[in-house]
């Protein structure tokens, strides 16, 4: 139970309050410990019609035990669902099976990997980017956001993409393979956080599936990049990217930044959250205002506007930035977009599986906002007199609201950070409560989750067809969860049971720090492929009879093949200086028979799947005898699969 | 039930026996087929008394299900045992909770990590090594095996150590932090594969504790290392490493090479199997004999000859390297090592816990082979006229036999790879069956593992106090197991319940390729610290008031503190071209309270825990302004914690 665990708000390291239980601290010293000017809010945690905690920390026992063995596959037995969530710093995404957690797959992107050779090989180096002398542009990441492509408001099992924040890239992953396949770095850009795809075309009704991904660009900074010290001249850009050619199609330059991102269903509009339109840059003068906003991008008429000719570009980028300023776009049937005020800076912006709303969260406020999409579009349309008039409901959850999922059945789940806790509420009661029937109880259950709960997703919730069976929360701390493994914690994610009125925790499982948002759906909208076409490889060598060592120069190439327990060649002479190329096609044909390639002292590892072709370029510096071998166990024979490359003086 | 499951041995692509039932395909076509010569071997499995391995596939189905609970911790449930897995490719050590058989940590030793940001703060390339420029040597590693520091026959807690394969390194991990502390490269080594941590010191009787790590080298190669082609010449050293200072003591060059290595536990001898003792340089010639050998190496002679100065040097290195070749040990008296004879290309190698015996799989011969430890040091005595004689059984257990675990009543457990099985064998009955009592049952029991296993260990197996509870298995492939994720495939965990008379298999968890062995003990061993000492790092920035930035020409330091949600400095200027350190201190002292540090385009991201202190040097070399922000979730305010870095022209 919370009540007895150790205080987990990070807190100000002089405070006296640590020895409190959590509760209580949160309900008295906290707001002012936080500085967080909570106390401040018009609204009242406590005016919020809740269900009992007490409640969700007892769920009916059996129901709980059934539950959890859902969660508790047998051996052989498999998922239902596939997981897709951002690695974090790792840069890269993870696979997992669900409602049993496990991690069935990493996709690295932005980073590179040792496993698969990503960043080592010429062909993962080429998408992710090289500086003139051949290393990598970038070895850190951190990705935050991961969603798939749509058809018909559904997943169609094409593609994924995610961003990595630090340098301001976005990932296209395919799902045939479960590789990255593209990667573009957006100009102009600093802190890319949200990112969302659209789900329809805005006007061609044909087009009922993704064609652009949208971009959030988070930290202001001067544009084009300067050594500028004055912080209110700096802007932000949101972008929109082409999902088949990976190109930026256009942006949006705006007033404060882009937090989180949706899209509605009908692909009329996108969303991004603001938290800081202060423009502050030291965090106290970023939560100085009362309400910040949402800000809703007209895609049809920003893309008339780039048609017409009406943009600028910025410094040695070509691409097209409208001006989606407050003061350019005051008049409504004009707007490119519309700033919606939301409560202190608004974390999650989530779309609704009806198609119908948006909901911000607050994160300093206690309170979801409640925006209407088609009240939002008889703004643009000149039909509503205010925008904040597109506000349907503004509620209090409880404390720190950062994300929502859903059910399908019109309720919304929020994590709220500070309260360490799931609330789950109904969507058309907040309306009617904030109508005025104070009868109305949209809060239907609360659920401890533990610690510090961030992202929420629940299985297929960001399509329409949501189905109210799993939710998943990424916890931010996991403290007391599982075993000491010194300073740094797992985080933790846990798995609730959403199909029935009451949530039940069903397990948790340590995660190494750290991702951030995640989308699970069914199984069956994935159709991967096991094996690789050698057709897809243009350097492949179809033949151990192709194997061998050719020379141009000092430039050489080696064509080798494998097949489990022997590589082709055997073994192969160089001579000092010389630059190699290897181009290794594995010959393997069946499912599971990747074998890897490691020279040792050349600092080369790589793995080939079956069918695959990969290469690597290196200067034979060291002269003698390097014997390189299978990495990867795939035969009885497997430590006996080796060959000599000889180096001579 | 394996007998529907798709073929799960790599054959040759061309064979026609795909579609076969694996168990009627390895009694008929696989012996050819595989290439192994397995039937010219003189022993025939089916000679052997075994257990029906129908019973296996029905374990007693109450048992069973309260068995699995065992494994299925409920919410807040912690582990009982602690797991330390080698990575494979990723060059880390995985920390894992058992039973539940979830990875609670990950531990970089010999490849970058983007995550703490391992190969990228100065400490770290310190610790890794840097070539003159200041990059890493080596960004990739293949770790295999991971062994702990002993007192009295049992864990204590200290140290881990891992090898890297690729490029012949040890990593000693700290197991209060939970982090690499040391790592050193072996001379004149290559394929470093083997390694075992001495249990006590040989001579003197109150060092009851590691003071020696023991390192096979598996490739021979030319000594010292040049282009030579005649591989008859090459040979392989056996390396001796300061279990404190980290440092090489001692070589042993031998014929043939090591593959996995074992300590006895009276401190008094060090072994390793041997699978190339035809010195082959091909595959086909690595396994024309039917026996080779497991060398036994006596610590006391060798640690005497090298006081004695009987030594040579190798090339530039000045470790004392001994001849422990057949030739120069004819002699049992006065020689350094044995050579006792095992079948066909044996790989693992493993202690018995009452320290009795040493067990030698054969691989590609059906059998394991028990040797007797007093036996061995009575040949070292003169008191035995043939080391074969060691040998108390050489017992049949199926085909592929690898790796042997103990649950300390007796019993043995030896993963079977071509079979897919464990099979569990009384060893004091595999004696008398192989003293002539042919009606000694040995083999207990087996049971299918999905597939092909390699590594395996048991609870505390690896200690006097092994208890018999859990046994897990590494199986290399994972086929129809888990949902597909394309071409690379996890490799599948499972955890068997050994407590009772059969074995009973409880879960299964899919890693990422690939984790090799593996120890499991109770985790009252470990006694982790979960935040740092400020006092442990010298560059630490105590105080927020000494944070900000010194300049000495266009050497900038950078000193930084954290405390959530702040970073202090909140900015910081910089000239075009400065060299430019950041030095961190993370003041905050709340457990679980882990900051990030990235600054974009400048490729710079690591954490610091609570009270921990690292640093990152790189040049300034674009000009604008930069916001460096926290990676790591920290606070409600964690998106405002952010400064700008102002790189002027």
Known sequence: MNETTPLNVPLQPDTQAEALPRRRFINTAALAGLGLGLAACNQKPDAAPAATPAAASAPPKAAAAAAADAAHLKPGQLDTYYGLWSGGHTGDVRVLGLPSGREIGRIPCFVPDALVGWGHTNESKKIMGTKADGSLRFTVGDTHHVHASYRDGNYDGRYAWVNDKINSRIARIRLDYFVCDKITKLPNVMGFHGIFPDKRDPVDTAINHTTRVFCGGEFAIPLP??????????????????AETMEVRWQVQIDGNCDLVATSYDGKLAAANQYNTEMGARYENMMSAERDACIFYNIARIEQAVKAGKFKTIGSSKVPVVDGTREANKDPKTALVGYVSVPKNPHGVNASPDGKYFICCGKLSPTATVIELTKVLDWFDGKLDKIDATIVAEVELGLGPLHTAFDGRGNAYTTLFLDSQVVKWNVDKAIAFHKGDKSAKYVVDRIDVHYQPGHINASQSETVAADGKYLCVGCKFSKDRFLPVGPMHAENEQIIDISGEKMVLLAEHPVRPEPHDFIFFKRELLKPKQVYNLDEFPLAVKDPKQAGVTRAGRKVTVRMTSQAPAFEPREFKLKRGDEVTIIWTNLDKI???????????????????????????FTADQVGVFWYYCTHFCHALHLEMRGRMIVEA
């Open 591 to 617: 499912q599971d028979l990747t074998h890897g390639l490691a020279i040792p002292d050349y600092n080369i590892n790589f793995i080939t799947n079956p069918q695959e072709t990969a290469s690597v370029t």
């Open 225 to 242: 990049n300067s050594a500028l010290e004055d912080h209110t001249k700096y802007r932000s850009l949101f972008s929109c990217v082409d």
